[in-house]
Every structure is written in structure tokens, then in C-alpha cells.
């Protein structure tokens, strides 16, 4: 599995952005998606995840009501929309599919095995 991240960039506070998560191979649609994000000097924490028919989701409790997590299992694909953006949200942000097929469990770090290269997300005050 293969995974390309992109939308990244720098917003004002307040300010949206949507990430999107292109991804290669044939069992996308059996897996579970998350994005996760790393500041300087922090570890890497679980953002949001979706489970791999899109019934089920898991915000990190600073994003909920700020983030939607979404995917289209037709082109593969998983997206992230981000409004009311606050300087704490500066982070890169990174894609991940989990290695096990049909598993949700949330805010299941350990599953996570196949990884974008990180998109940086920067949100000025």
C-alpha cells in the first residue's frame, strides 16, 4: 500500500484546509484510514480515524466539532476537512492505513503500518 498525502499549507487562525490521501493497492476499501500529526518536539498522536466502509469515526478530543474525517472508497481515497484552525494545529500531517483488514478499534494506535510522506500544516495566530 502506497499513500500520497496533500492539501497542506499555511492559514490564518480560523481558517480551513482539507487533506486528502490518495492511496494505491486493492484493499483500501477493507481497511481502516487515519490521519496523525506530529509537532516539533511532540510524538506523533492519532488525529482521526475511519473505519473501512465509513460508518464508524474517532476525532481526538482538541479536534471534535473542528475536523471531519470522510473517504471514497471508489477513487481510494481519504480526506480530512479542517476549519476554525488554531495555532496548536501546526503539525505535519500524515495518512495511514491499518495493516489488519475490517478492524476499528478507536483511537487504536497500534494497527497503523502503511504511511504517507506527511504534509505540513502550518496556522499562523
Known amino acids: 500500500v502506497q499513500l500520497q498525502a496533500s492539501g497542506g499549507g499555511l492559514v490564518q487562525a480560523g481558517g480551513s484546509l482539507r487533506l486528502s490521501c490518495a492511496a494505491s493497492g486493492r484493499t483500501f476499501s477493507s481497511q481502516t484510514m487515519g490521519w496523525f500529526r506530529q509537532a516539533p518536539g511532540k510524538e506523533r498522536e492519532i488525529v482521526s480515524a475511519?473505519?473501512?466502509?465509513?460508518?464508524?469515526?474517532y476525532y481526538l478530543d482538541s479536534v471534535k466539532g473542528r475536523f471531519t474525517i470522510s473517504r471514497d472508497n471508489a477513487r481510494n481515497t481519504v480526506y480530512l476537512q479542517m476549519n476554525s484552525l488554531k495555532p496548536e494545529d501546526t503539525a505535519v500531517y500524515y495518512c495511514a492505513a491499518d495493516r489488519r483488514s475490517r478492524v476499528f478499534i478507536p483511537g487504536d494506535k497500534s494497527g497503523f503500518g502503511y504511511w504517507g510522506q506527511g504534509t505540513q500544516v502550518t496556522v499562523s495566530s
Open positions: 475511519i473505519s473501512w466502509c465509513g460508518s464508524r469515526t
